[in-house]
């Protein structure tokens, strides 16, 4: 094997706490010894991590305090340690760490905020898109309607917890102490405003089915379908334009084809 890759290899495996023989290629330096030289490169690994999981996931670390919130950090850096060259992608399976390990698996609200602060990082991350307007909407011949499909903004998110996750989420984000655990299907949209800036709010069932229905590639024609399961017809057309209306100007919607 090529020396420096395998002196790479072992330094990493050092630094990922696992048994190495790299102290045996460093060179001797002034005063400082090898082992000492060696520990603070292993200690600046972990700490370059957990600074990452401090500033991706600001919420979730108040929310379970200095104690376990270490034992997260270092229980995730050994089962998940980083293995991208950006730190963007190293907080990604952290979701699913916490659903599976204890004794955060105890408590499903712990995943579910994680799983929320890293779709806010998606949507804020997300590709710059155009976005559609109403008028584009309003110049559309009455004939081409039944037939028209939606393609969204790749920044648009959807997020459902069986927990009052978010209520949470924007206790702590306000510096409110967090209401207490509440076990309630609740779902939420989340994306880019048109103004660069990340908003999320509430989806109730009606919303919710033509996103997902469009999402699938209905026409709007199918998702009017749909949309009667839910509500009286004679509402149904006044509701569909209405949300149709908001989501150009919410910014969620690219293109009308």
Same mark, same amino acid.
């Given at each position: ?115 929320? $602060? %890293? /779709? +806010?990082?998606?949507? *804020?991350?997300?590709? &710059? ?7 584009? @909407?309003? =110049? #559309? ?65 009606? $919303? %919710? /089915? +033509?996103?997902?229905? *469009?999402?699938?590639? &209905? ?7 749909? @949309?009667? =399961? #839910? ?27």
């Amino acid at each position: 094997m090529n020396s420096l890759k395998e002196r790479q290899r072992q330094l990493l495996d050092y630094l990922r706490g696992h048994s190495s023989d790299i102290a045996a290629h460093i060179g001797q330096q002034g005063n400082i010894s090898t082992e000492l030289r060696l520990g603070i490169y292993h200690n600046a690994y972990r700490v370059r991590l957990r600074e990452t999981l401090d500033s991706d996931l600001p919420v979730l670390g108040q929310y379970l305090g200095d104690d376990l919130y270490r034992q997260m950090v270092a229980g995730y850096i050994e089962q998940y340690p980083s293995r991208y060259r950006s730190l963007r992608h190293f907080a990604d399976n952290l979701p699913a760490f916490l659903a599976s390990q204890a004794p955060f698996c105890e408590h499903p609200q712990i995943a579910g905020l994680a799983r929320f $602060e %890293r /779709l +806010l990082m998606d949507v *804020f991350d997300a590709p &710059d898109a155009t976005q559609a307007e109403l008028s584009e @909407l309003q =110049q #559309l011949p009455a004939e081409q309607w039944p037939g028209l499909h939606l393609r969204f903004h790749p920044g648009l998110q959807l997020f459902s917890s069986d927990y009052n996750v978010v209520e949470i989420w924007q206790a702590l984000k306000a510096e409110r102490p967090p209401p207490p655990l509440r076990q309630r299907e609740n779902h939420w949209m989340l994306w880019r405003n048109r103004q660069r800036l990340t908003e999320f709010s509430s989806l109730d069932a009606p $919303e %919710r /089915l +033509l996103l997902q229905r *469009f999402l699938q590639g &209905d026409t709007l024609a199918g998702a009017a379908d749909h @949309l009667l =399961q #839910l509500i009286p017809e004679q509402e149904a057309g006044a509701l569909l334009f209405e949300t149709l209306q908001q989501w150009l100007n919410k910014g969620l919607i690219c293109r009308l084809i």
